[in-house]
């Protein structure tokens, strides 16, 4: 690494100029202690004063590794100028693109966009033993102040989301659309698809104890031979008949006050962990927090 610069006390100038030969990551660990490898390209030049910063910056990583993880190559470029910092940064291998635009001064006023492109989920950096395949195109867009970043503004929005898990088919309807605004999130409508199976969800809840309660409606249903097969791969479950699940989330994400009602007609369930299975299961439930009622009706019998 070589870096020069100078810089003049008396009336607050500077100048830099940095480069990178050759650096590799042969030892370096994040936090939590997982090795951190790939090769580092580093350049910055920058002419300007405390109070008129200027510069350039750009960053490369190619064959980025956390632990097992291929990150493939991160490239950020930061320029300097007219009192913000102006960022673009992408991930090619999660085909991510980010902007971001900065005030230099306090309250560091801020806005951002997040832009995945057709992204292949197989490669997500996830630890899982069930096959996840699929394709995700998405946008977050998002404005606030660094110094304060509860009163800032998010819009997230699903353009498509298709895919497998556990080789079975998922999807999401689009577009999705959640919002973050006076700490509180906002799903406008979201609904997962799972062949003949469907979760639909609405509403808003406030993110901390400040602001009123908010009230999330769900509306889940399907057919347990379809849900089944979403099970995790060698769990070997099985089943049949329709389940419902209705009602609404109420209260915070710090103190959820659910009122919802499952039921199944007419269901059955078997798995190795289960012995003999169930069947025939008539099933009504009513789960309510708090000082309100619980009751659970049904019946069942062990398969044969």
């Known amino acids: 690494m070589i870096a020069t610069g ?4 008396d009336r607050g100038a500077y100048t830099f100029d940095v480069r990178s030969d050759n650096v590799q990551l042969l030892s370096a660990t994040l936090p939590d202690g997982r ?3 790939g090769a580092v390209a580093l350049t910055g030049t920058g002419a300007g004063t405390t109070r008129a910063p200027a510069g350039n910056i750009t960053l490369a990583v190619d064959a980025l590794r956390v632990a097992e993880y291929d990150l493939g190559t991160v490239r950020a470029n930061a320029v300097l100028a007219n009192q ?5 940064a992408t991930a090619d291998r999660f085909t991510l693109n ?7 001064q306090q309250p560091y006023p801020t806005t951002a966009r997040l832009a995945v ?3 292949d989920l197989a490669v997500l950096p996830l630890n899982l033993t069930t096959p996840l395949q699929g394709h995700l195109q998405a946008t977050v867009d998002a404005a606030g102040d660094i110094g304060a970043p509860e009163n800032g503004r998010a819009t997230a929005n699903v353009q498509a ?6 080789d079975q088919p998922f999807s999401v309807d689009a577009p999705a659309v959640l919002r973050y605004e006076t700490e509180r999130l906002l799903i406008d409508t979201l609904t997962l698809r799972a062949q003949d199976a469907t979760v639909r969800v609405k509403g808003d809840l406030p993110l901390t104890e400040r602001g009123p309660a908010g009230a999330l409606e769900v509306d889940a249903r399907g057919n347990l031979a379809t849900l089944t097969r979403y ?4 769990t070997e479950l099985s089943g049949s008949g329709a389940i419902l699940l209705t009602g609404t989330v109420r209260g915070t994400l710090k103190a959820i006050d659910p009122d919802l009602t499952v039921t199944a007609d007419n269901a059955s369930l078997t798995a190795p962990q289960l012995g003999p299975g169930l069947s025939n299961l008539q099933l009504r439930a009513r789960r309510v927090h708090r000082d309100r009622t619980r009751t659970i009706r049904g019946a069942a019998a062990a398969a044969r």
């Open 161 to 166: 989301l298709e895919g497998s898990w556990n």
């Open 117 to 119: 492109q057709n992204l």
């Open 6 to 9: 100078s810089y003049n006390i």
């Open 98 to 104: 980010a902007d971001a635009t900065i005030g230099v």
């Open 35 to 37: 090795p951190l490898r």
């Open 231 to 234: 099970a995790p791969a060698g």
């Open 84 to 88: 913000q910092a102006v960022i673009k």
